[in-house]
């Protein structure tokens, strides 16, 4: 059976034909590409032909370090900015990096309403610092975020693409005016427009909810 492979989001597909679209990431058929032939097509020719074959084959030039192969041809990247962007692509930098926000802005929604709630101003404080926390690992996390999904996706512009930004945005403006809004008015939660402030935290969570669950579709490929 054949094995067709999603250029953008990496899913692997089994059969004939590639899906109409891809089921992970969403893109048309035309970005699958074909891994390999059925084995039936790929009987293993004699050992004398392949030895001929082999023997016949031209040599890779060398590079002028003296390599050969296919990690010569490959170019390393030439600036500073591309060895460090490369290898923050190469080593998970955004799925790492989103765990930190991901994991607190629960934790300080929920204290903003216990604090709306019982009218606690420790939980107040407490959340207010859990949101510092977020708005400071923000860049990083946006950053390797558009990174990722420039150099490993291709800017694929699908609907999942376009969900993950949307709600990535909604998440990172809520978080901003919600510190924003606590420095200017850190009385807020005992103010008449209490619940407007708790649904813009409400908002965030929804969106760094949803932005996770997309970006785990997209590493897992289910």
Not at 24 to 47: N, T
Request: negative net charge; hydrophobic residues 50%.
């Amino acid at each position: 059976m054949k094995k067709w492979q999603c250029t953008v989001c990496k899913y692997i597909h089994k059969g004939e034909e590639p899906p109409e679209t891809c089921p992970v990431c969403g893109v048309s058929s035309d970005k699958f590409i074909l891994l390999e032939e059925p084995a039936e097509e790929k009987a293993a020719a004699p050992e004398a032909v392949a030895a001929e074959t082999a023997a016949a084959a031209p040599e890779p030039p060398p590079s002028s370090s003296g390599e050969t192969g296919p990690s010569a041809e490959s170019p390393a990247p030439d600036t500073l900015y591309e060895k460090i962007t490369h290898l923050m692509v190469k080593h998970h930098a955004h799925p790492i990096s989103v765990h930190m926000p991901n994991g607190i802005v629960p934790v300080a929604v929920i204290l903003f309403v216990l604090a709306w709630l019982f009218d606690a101003s420790l939980f107040v404080k407490a959340g207010f610092i859990n949101l510092v926390f977020v708005v400071l690992a923000l860049p990083l996390v946006l950053f390797s975020g558009v990174l990722e999904w420039k150099k490993k996706y291709a800017q694929g512009m699908t609907l999942i693409f376009k969900v993950k930004i949307l709600a990535a945005t909604l998440t990172t403006t809520a978080c901003v005016i919600s510190l924003a809004w606590y420095l200017l008015d850190p009385q807020v939660l005992d103010s008449s427009r209490a619940w407007a402030f708790i649904l813009i935290n409400l908002i965030m969570l929804g969106g760094a909810g949803v932005a996770g669950h997309i970006g785990g579709k997209l590493v897992f490929k289910d």
